[in-house]
């Protein structure tokens, strides 16, 4: 069974970092592509970013040179660093998975339970 944990939100200032992990199992980790999505109040969830099985990357407009995507494939753990948040980064974050890559669409099949990531002005 397809587990997703995602852990390392929090509240933070505008200018500020915070590092999200998500830790997975039950799959072959190193096979699937991941994504992170976020969903604010009120709004459609939208792609963060994703990295591939080969570790290719791609990142949503708003976040680019802002969040960096990695992985490590012996640890099982899909990251997302953000850096200079905004308050418009105020959201519910997922980490996503899937053996099929589906870019930043919503149309991964296995899904965290999410983390609030809050930035004040």
């Known amino acids: 069974q397809v587990q997703l944990v995602e852990s390392g939100g929090g509240s933070v200032q505008s200018g500020g970092s915070l590092k999200l992990s998500c830790a997975a199992s039950?799959?072959?980790?190193?096979?699937?592509?991941m994504a992170w999505f976020r969903q604010a109040p009120g709004k459609e969830r939208e792609g963060v970013a994703t990295i591939n099985d080969y570790g290719r990357t791609t990142y949503a407009d708003s976040v680019k040179g802002r969040f960096t995507i990695s992985r490590d494939n012996a640890e099982n753990t899909l990251f997302l660093k953000m850096n200079a948040l905004r308050p418009e980064d105020t959201a519910i974050y997922y980490c996503a998975a899937d053996r099929v890559y589906s870019g930043l669409l919503p149309h991964y099949n296995f899904w965290g339970q999410g983390t609030q990531v809050t930035v004040s002005s």
């Open positions: 039950g799959y072959t980790y190193k096979m699937y592509s």
